[in-house]
């Protein structure tokens, strides 16, 4: 668990509370980006987060190196809508909102899980 306090890059989708629209997005501080989109929300309504009330994580991938994070960014954005929705179904089925998650212990236990194979893992060689 030590190799996660020295190098995070965090890929992650966002939602609005309808969960009808998804934002991809990259940072090296999940939580200081979703408190971020929160603030966008109320006040910053021309950023896509914040105008489509998108501020409920809903996914995540660690990375430790950022030029891997990008790339996984980039392959999400270009996944379509159900190939996003299946992707997160596969970490997330009940698509809970993960935002308070982010703050305690849980998400090292979420990213003990992946390693470990019990959510399907991305794949960056499938050309989606």
């Not at 966002?14 to 408190?35: F, H």
């Not at 109320?42 to 030029?67: P, W």
């Not at 270009?78 to 305690?104: Q, V």
Request: charge should be positive.
């Amino acid at each position: 668990m030590n190799n996660y306090n020295k190098h995070n890059y965090w890929v992650y989708i966002t939602t609005n509370p309808k969960k009808t629209v998804l934002y991809t997005g990259v940072t090296n501080d999940l939580q200081r980006r979703i408190s971020e989109h929160i603030m966008n929300n109320a006040t910053d309504r021309n950023t896509f987060a914040g105008k489509f009330f998108c501020y409920n994580l809903i996914y995540f991938e660690h990375f430790s190196f950022v030029q891997d994070a990008i790339s996984r960014e980039k392959q999400i954005k270009l996944l379509t809508r159900a190939k996003k929705e299946a992707l997160i179904n596969a970490f997330n089925p009940e698509w809970r909102f993960l935002n308070e998650d982010i703050k305690s212990q849980t998400i090292f236990e979420k990213l003990k899980s992946i390693e470990l194979g019990e959510i399907l893992p991305y794949n960056f060689d499938k050309k989606e």
